[in-house]
T-cell receptor, first 109, second 116 residues
Framework: ELKVEQNPLFLSMQEGKNYTIYCNYS?????LYWYRQDPGKSLESLFV?????AVKQEGRLMASLDTKARLSTLHITAAVHDLSATYFC?????????FGKGTKLSVIP | DAGVIQSPRHEVTEMGQEVTLRCKPI?????LFWYRQTMMRGLELLIY????????DSGMPEDRFSAKMPNASFSTLKIQPSEPRDSAVYFC??????????????FGNGTRLTVT
């Protein structure tokens, strides 16, 4: 059974600071997604990572994948309040995805 | 593109009643997924369809839950009879086979179900 662990589960950070969210998974997979969810809203796709060493960046967010370590990171650079949300990683084979519990990020002025 | 459309947005019902949740996937998408989100268990895949055919329903919690996809533009998730532990947010998502390896799942806005 594939297990996905995110840490931290809660993160409070000041505007302008950098931080990293980690996503570990227990078995090999062929894809990893990062999603964002605002309170009471749907899930918005951020990144799709398919191969070892993949790195993708969008604005202040950068995601990377190390399939050998079964680890993905979501790095936040110079956080701003608008990034406050819950971030999920999802891992799996083909169409069967297992989601992490999510990291609730609060960016404080 | 209107995105994945779910209805109703909120549903409050009494234990024992039948509940039907509805989903219209993005036009042209041939995969449809039903997820459930709770604080305790997070996001769980209940069932998914490909070309209107159920492929994997191993996540459906029990026989009280059933899902159908009569055509490419409509799916339902039914709970009968409903129980308080079914209270959750139910998400529908769709994706396209041709680009599935690069294409994420597109989620609807969800249905918040409360069973009293």
């Amino acid at each position: 059974e594939l297990k996905v662990e995110q840490n931290p589960l809660f993160l409070s950070m000041q505007e302008g600071k950098n931080y990293t969210i980690y996503c570990n998974y227990s078995t090999t997979s062929d894809r990893l997604y990062w999603y964002r969810q605002d309170p009471g809203k749907s899930l918005e796709s951020l990144f799709v990572l398919l191969s070892n060493g993949a790195v993708k960046q969008e604005g202040r967010l950068m995601a990377s994948l190390d399939t050998k370590a079964r680890l993905s990171t979501l790095h936040i650079t110079a956080a701003v309040h608008d990034l406050s949300a819950t971030y999920f990683c999802a891992v799996g084979w083909s169409y069967q995805l297992t989601f992490g519990k999510g990291t609730k990020l609060s960016v404080i002025p | 593109d209107a995105g994945v459309i779910q209805s109703p947005r909120h549903e409050v019902t009494e234990m024992g009643q039948e509940v039907t949740l509805r989903c219209k996937p993005i036009s042209g998408h041939d995969y449809l997924f039903w997820y459930r989100q709770t604080m305790m268990r997070g996001l769980e895949l209940l069932i998914y369809f490909n070309n209107n055919v159920p492929i994997d329903d191993s996540g459906m919690p029990e026989d009280r839950f059933s899902a159908k996809m009569p055509n490419a533009s409509f799916s339902t998730l039914k709970i009968q009879p409903s129980e308080p532990r079914d209270s959750a947010v139910y998400f529908c998502a769709s994706s396209s086979r041709d680009r599935l390896y690069n294409s994420p799942l597109h989620f609807g806005n969800g249905t918040r179900l409360t069973v009293t």
